[in-house]
């Protein structure tokens, strides 16, 4: 079982979110990658699966947003159980109930972790993944982790995606980069996108920046 990338354009590239596997995705202030979060988590339990999501944020805003987003599509869909968090000690309690986990504040949540002490959470994690079928998705804020837990994080992902946003001619440029997918491929190119707040538009036409 898959969960399908649910945005016209990159589906093409990453096509879906396998069951055991643990992807991170970073941006700066972009809100651009908490939707994708969001949109996977909705992906998910619309397809049976099981969610915890896990913010720092507030639980009814989370709620409004997932209300707003979910539109009038009526279909049976499985329970999203969020849980609002100041900080993780550990990753343990996650994933013993397969379906996805979405971390959405993940850098933040684990600030308190030593280097160390995040790479056996990350590899317990990652264990728990294979063992129960469970595909987590984490979402980190770029510059927030030190280096070495940012290394740590990337490193024992099955997927990294960065989406990224730069000063043009014309205003600001929305890009995706893929270093690192589950398959054993990247995409070693800008993949651009623009983002209202509704939709990510995907635009694979090459350019220079």
């Not at 590239?13 to 990658?33: M, T």
């Not at 639980?59 to 947003?65: H, T, V």
């Not at 595909?135 to 837990?149: K, Q, W």
């Not at 014309?170 to 996108?193: A, H, Q, S, T």
Request: a negative charge; charged letters at 30%.
């Amino acid at each position: 079982m898959s969960i399908p990338i649910e945005v016209p354009g990159l589906d093409t590239i990453i096509p879906e979110l396998d069951q055991g596997k643990l992807i991170v995705v970073e941006s700066g202030a972009d809100a651009a990658k908490s939707f994708f979060v969001r949109r996977l988590t909705l992906t998910a339990a619309r397809s049976g699966w099981p969610v915890t999501f896990v913010t720092s944020r507030d639980r009814d805003e989370l709620l409004a947003q997932l209300a707003v987003e979910r539109g009038a599509i009526s279909v049976p869909e499985a329970p999203i159980r969020i849980q609002e968090r100041d900080a993780l000690e550990g990753l343990e309690e996650f994933g013993q109930d397969g379906g996805l986990v979405a971390i959405d504040s993940f850098s933040f949540l684990t600030l308190e972790l030593s280097a160390d002490v995040l790479a056996h959470s990350l590899r317990g994690l990652r264990t728990t993944c294979r063992r129960r079928g469970t595909a987590a998705v984490l979402a980190t804020d770029r510059g927030m982790f030190e280096p070495r837990s940012e290394a740590i994080a990337i490193h024992l992902a099955d997927g990294f995606l960065q989406f990224h946003g730069r000063e043009g001619p014309e205003g600001l440029v929305r890009f995706l980069r893929v270093p690192k997918w589950m398959d054993g491929k990247f995409v070693d190119r800008n993949i651009y996108y623009d983002f209202d707040g509704k939709r990510i538009a995907i635009d694979l036409r090459n350019r220079i920046l």
